[in-house]
């Protein structure tokens, strides 16, 4: 258990919906980023936050957004799904508290399996 | 843009078979290389960092090494327990990470 948990597990919806999935980082941690895998993409980087603040942006479409708030939990928000959105969303932290060093671990949580029909 | 090329896709080994994995990358100014263990429908377990060339770090029965343009993950006398896909991951200047496809290993017993 790396201590990263998401939700939900598992979310089916349709075309042109919005969804939001949810992370709770690890205690302590105070970066967070997000995650797309798909099987013909691999995982790619999407947004990072950290302390609440947008750190780093990745392959992430404007369908999709993010924040971070006071407790540190992130919410990624996506709109206007497509069938090509259908993957596993990922959620991992990471903890800077000990200064600038950028050589963190990140944590990795269980996932969002998302399908959209 | 950094790139991860990991080679083979799959490794097919039989239990206590030695092999090794290999990972390439070009990235803008190396913060540190990443390897993670993944199993079917779950999120990637972390492994290993290593930060420059000649670096090396062991675990149970995986050792990874760094130079300058790759990293190897060597995996010694393979148990069915470590089939498991194992990708890599690089953080360069811009502190993202970009992950390689995966080396997908089996070990049969």
């Known amino acids: 258990d790396s201590g990263v948990t998401q939700t939900p597990k598992h979310l089916i919806t349709a075309t042109g919906q919005r969804v939001t999935l949810r992370c709770s980082p690890r205690s302590g941690d105070l970066s967070v980023y997000w995650y797309q895998q798909s099987l013909d993409q691999g995982l790619q980087f999407l947004i990072q936050y950290y302390n609440g603040e947008e750190r780093a942006k990745g392959n992430i479409l404007e369908r999709f957004s993010a924040q971070q708030f006071p407790d540190l939990h992130s919410e990624l928000n996506l709109s206007s799904l497509e069938l090509g959105d259908s993957a596993l969303y990922f959620c991992a932290s990471s903890g800077f508290s000990s200064g600038e060093s950028s050589y963190n671990e990140q944590f990795f949580g269980p996932g969002t399996r998302l399908t959209v029909l | 843009e950094d790139q991860v090329t990991q080679s083979p896709e799959a490794l097919r080994l039989q239990e206590g078979e030695s092999s090794s994995l290999n990972c390439s990358y070009t990235?803008?100014?190396?913060?540190?290389l990443f390897w993670y263990r993944q199993d079917p429908g779950k999120g990637p377990e972390f492994l290993f960092t290593?930060?420059?060339a000649g670096e090396e770090k062991e675990k149970e029965r995986l050792k990874a090494t760094l130079t300058k343009k790759e990293s190897f993950l060597h995996i010694t006398a393979p148990k069915p327990e470590d089939s498991a896909t194992y990708l890599c991951?690089?953080?360069?200047?811009?502190?993202?990470?970009?992950f390689g496809a995966g080396t997908t290993v089996t070990v049969r017993a």
């Open positions: 991951a690089v953080q360069g200047n811009d502190y993202k990470l970009s």
């Open positions: 290593l930060y420059s």
């Open positions: 990235v803008s100014g190396l913060r540190g």
